[in-house]
């Protein structure tokens, strides 16, 4: 059983930059892929940015590549999301979800088995 709990929300102007963190209890966390998700008011749940157990691999949306960056602290058991040149289409709630399967990384909700709580991101104009 993995917990994960999300950290580092809030409200930013047009422009700035958040750097959000996701904390994994449980003693194999760090053996998990873990992966970003953000869900804005009447839409569906999408996919952010992956990354592999080791750190070695990661994989973003094509609508955040150059702008977020996806890290992880193997020894503090923390994703990280950096996000930088936020706009109001990134305002949204977070989500940081953790899968068991290492040998392959997964852009879809269903891929992930264990999911943090959520993380408020407003970027106001």
């Known amino acids: 059983q993995v917990q994960l709990v999300e950290s580092g929300g809030g409200l930013v102007q047009a422009g700035g930059s958040l750097r959000l963190a996701c904390a994994a209890s449980?003693?194999?966390?760090?053996?998990?892929?873990m992966g970003w998700f953000r869900q804005a008011p009447g839409k569906e749940r999408e996919f952010v940015a992956t990354?592999?157990?080791?750190?070695?691999?990661?994989y973003y949306a094509d609508s955040v590549k150059g702008r977020f960056t996806i890290s992880r602290d193997n020894a503090k058991n923390t994703v990280y999301l950096q996000m930088n040149s936020l706009n109001p289409e990134h305002t949204a709630v977070y989500y940081c979800?953790?899968?068991?399967?290492?040998?392959?990384?997964?852009?879809?909700?269903?891929?992930?088995?264990?999911w943090g709580q959520g993380t408020q991101v407003t970027v106001s104009s």
């Open positions: 449980g003693r194999t966390a760090s053996r998990y892929a």
């Open positions: 990354i592999s157990w080791s750190g070695i691999s990661t």
């Open positions: 979800a953790a899968r068991k399967n290492m040998l392959e990384l997964s852009t879809t909700p269903g891929g992930y088995d264990y």
